[in-house]
């Protein structure tokens, strides 16, 4: 008789605590590649408008301070690397935090408005995925330089590399840009996405990293923003973008199957974020929270990262209550459920 998988995720996430209490983390290192989702103040140091450095973002973190994660408080990517048994998280690769020792438990590459689409970071000015790849052959030369080629190869096979894309592509590009929509259907545009993750993860392995996690596409339709913007004022989720991210999904599921079946050695897993946080919309009461349809932070109708500001009116007291802080992004609450549900799907990256 077997266990039920949420005891069994239970049991599994017991095991970690109990060894990371004993000191060493469980993995090397932590890096981390994609957008806005896990963009930990990249963009600070861009000149970009998709910025979060600003209040209220961050009012809930250790600091209490802006840091340029869109979030009030932690990300999912934050909860992962405590998780893991970091005491620091992995700093953004363009601030001056990225140096020295800091550099040998993971940087963070991400940045706010990119994606699988070189030509969506380039519209926004934020860093796309090809060059985060570029900056991550930087870094690894600068530890091979700290500790030499051997401990290096180590710590680049034995580190989790995460990527979360895709949403940006669809929603602040594909969707409003009549010169791609009218090019490509959104199956045709979804191959283009695959075909640079595909590059991605080819990439990066061919560096010498085996563990790779990928992140889903949530159901983009049900953003705050999207449904204000692509709702035709009703006030629900918006299923063809629905449909469009879980056709993506499932590209994004047998795409990584093949990519294992090609590459001798890779740990390759693709979190499913789409149902928990579908779940979250859904039944928000059954996941402790109050409010799924509107943003803590915002106006009510287009909230994007600039009209989530020191002046934004409504903004709620209780962050803990909502799914969002703003229209794209999941409170630090949700991300923390989300961050649970990567750790129980992750566990082949540690073992």
Known sequence: M???????????????????????????????????????????NL???VKANFPPYGRDFVTH???????????ATDFTAEYLGFTSYPPPYLSQDAKGNSLLTGVNFASAASGYYDRTAQLYRSISLSQQVAY????????????????????????????????????????????????YSPDQFSDILIRSYTTFVQNLYGLGVRKIGVTNLPPTGCLPAAITLFGSGINQCVPRLNGDAFSFNNKLNSTSQDLVSKLP???LVVFDIYQPLMDMITKPTDNGFFESR???CGTGTIETSLLCNSRSIGTCSNATEYVFWDGFHPSEAANQVLAQDLLEQGFDLIS
């Open 2 to 44: 077997g266990f039920p998988s949420c005891v069994m995720g239970s049991i599994v996430v017991v095991a970690m605590f109990l060894s990371v209490a004993h000191g060493d983390p469980l993995v090397p290192a932590l890096c981390i590649f994609g957008d806005s989702v896990v963009d930990a103040g990249n963009n600070n």
């Open 294 to 296: 509107r943003a803590c």
């Open 136 to 183: 991550y052959k930087e870094y690894q030369s600068k530890v091979v330089r700290m500790v030499g080629r051997d401990r290096a190869n180590a710590i680049f096979s034995g580190a989790i590399h995460l990527l979360s894309a895709g949403s940006s592509d669809f929603i602040q590009n594909y969707y409003i840009n009549p010169f791609l929509n009218r090019a």
């Open 65 to 75: 301070k802006p840091t340029g994660r869109f979030c009030n408080g932690k990300l």
């Open 47 to 49: 000149n970009t408008l």
């Open 265 to 267: 050695g890779l740990k």
